[in-house]
């Protein structure tokens, strides 16, 4: 076999793993969107119905629009998801900006100065390793003595705790690969160090802060244990609402949940799209080089 037959078989098998692998992760997104247009009677069909002959958007006017069937149990059980939607884009986009911001200045100091060593750095990081069942219940009874249970507050003060040591990890390897000599310029000039870090650094390494912000809203976005167990209707999530689309007569309603899960998605898939210039270039960052 030739060096060009081998490189070419090469490509085959590459191309080949990475058209399965792809198939494999989409193929729940399309059986979740497909399932939010099915009738009841193809939610359980057998064979399966892949993509049904009467797509119907009633699953959506369910969960969206207008309740259809209010006396059911799942009905009574569930609101509509717009306080779910506005507690869950309120909680997200404030914990992760907090996180991101204050990690983006203690990687700083972690970075330049030291302040944490390599061993420290990793006991920060194992510290989100703790499982949050391990967590939830003394959080909950603390929370409920300090008045901030079921709160957007309270969700928001744990989200930010427990993302604040990946933004801190993320971020110091951005800082990492600028170089030293950018802020010796900057201080020759002139520059104090509060301008060196948000008028040289920072936005040296965007793009990183930016792919840093998605990763730990994704977190956020979706977190379900904590968020169920620290309320109960003011500060209900997407997450926990979706949860709800359950009746003990009707059962679980798939296309209701496939419908909410959908409008749970779209978000995360805009803020994507919106800043994904700098996302390829975020999650591969090393174009700077000490």
Known sequence: MTKSQKQNLDNV????LLTVWLLIVLFPLFWIVATSFKPDKDWLAWPP????????????????????????????????????????TIISFISTFLSVSFGAFIAYGVSRYKVLSETRMFQLLMLRMVPPIVLVGPLSLYY??????????????IYFITTLPYAVWMTKSFIDEVPIELEQAAEIMGANRWTIITEVVFPVIRSGLLATFLFILILTWSEYLVAFILSKTDAVTLPVELAKYEGSSEGRVYGRQAALSVGITIPLIIVGITIRKHLARGFSFGMIRK
């Open 13 to 16: 098998i590459r191309y080949t």
């Open 49 to 88: 119905v892949y993509w049904s002959e009467e797509p119907t958007m009633s699953n959506y006017n369910n969960v969206w629009g207008a309740m259809e069937h209010a006396e059911t149990q799942y009905a009574q059980s569930v609101q509509k998801p717009f306080t779910a939607l506005r507690n869950s």
């Open 144 to 157: 409920t003595t300090i008045g901030l249970i079921d709160s957007l507050t309270g969700l928001i003060a």
